[in-house]
């Protein structure tokens, strides 16, 4: 009876052993069936990504097939490397889309990411600026770019004020609660990141919002772009993608506090109350008063391309057939 059982143990094992065994190969066929692609960030990590990692976690890039590789960004600027081919799809913004459509880089906008632009001018309460005006004679700290200037001087003049008595310094990469202590009065930022993280330190800020104000200003920001010779020889892929990528975002849209929790379980380092109420901030912002995420207005990138233009960014307007396509969103 003893041998009997020794035998049915043995056999139970092995065969358990073997049930293991085909599992680990067909999770391994699975993932070598599995096309990886590639999404070249603009930034560190942060909730305007946020229905990448919910796409990621859930399952929903691998139920396309697709096993997506997040990139973080490098010094080459992630338009010029999805236009090489390096990156199969990028996060860029309308004046960067507009800088390489004018310099004949082939990339195409594919879907926004927010509808509306959610960037501001901030200052700290404490430094006394009331007004548009009262920006003369103060420290800016940007990142350098020829839109900084030419966004603060076309609402400078707007508003009867002399952009050339603002002090224009370079910070880079240096978040606005830190610049601000000592070494610059006033930031260009977005409402749902950094201006909220100077809202939940308890520092009190004022803003003025350019796309609030003037409607050429405003426009889907940040954007996901690919370039034309991927939509030309690979479109199922592109297909694939955003339909994962737009299930991502509408969970994010209806499910915050859930997506903001995936999204922590992924990137740990971040702080989890300022990627908790940036999640909920954005929800209703993702698509704004749009039937569908990630639609591309027309009429908003024509409206800025021509502002583009008049101050002097890019010298024609391009057809914005040619760089927007709203046809791979699901």
Known sequence: MKQIFKIV?????????????????????????????????????NTNHLGFYVAKSKGYYNDEGIQIKILNPSQTTGTALVGTGKADFGISYANNLLYARNAN?????????????TSCFVWRKSSLIKNVKDLEGKR???????????????????????????????????????ATLKNVDFTWEYKGWNILAAELNHVLVDTYCPSEHFSELNKPSPLIITSENRIKNNPELI????????????????HPEEAAKLFIKQVPELDTKLVSASAKFLAPLYKADSKKWGNLNEKKFENYANWMQKVELIDKVPNTKNYINNSFIP
């Open 239 to 254: 297909k694939k993608f955003m339909k994962a990528t737009s299930l991502g975002y509408e969970f994010a849209i209806h």
């Open 105 to 117: 880089v082939p990339i195409v906008a594919i879907a926004g990411i927010i509808q509306n632009d």
């Open 140 to 178: 800016y700290g940007g990142w350098g770019s020829p839109e900084e200037n030419a966004t603060l001087k076309f609402i400078m003049q707007k508003n009867g004020a002399d952009f050339s008595k603002i002090k224009i310094m370079t910070t880079g990469t240096q978040d606005f609660l830190p």
């Open 9 to 45: 143990l043995v056999f139970f094992f092995n065969y358990l052993f073997i049930l293991n065994a085909y599992a680990v190969i067909k999770q391994h066929d699975y993932h070598d069936e599995l096309k990886t692609v590639t999404l070249l960030l603009d930034w560190k990590p």
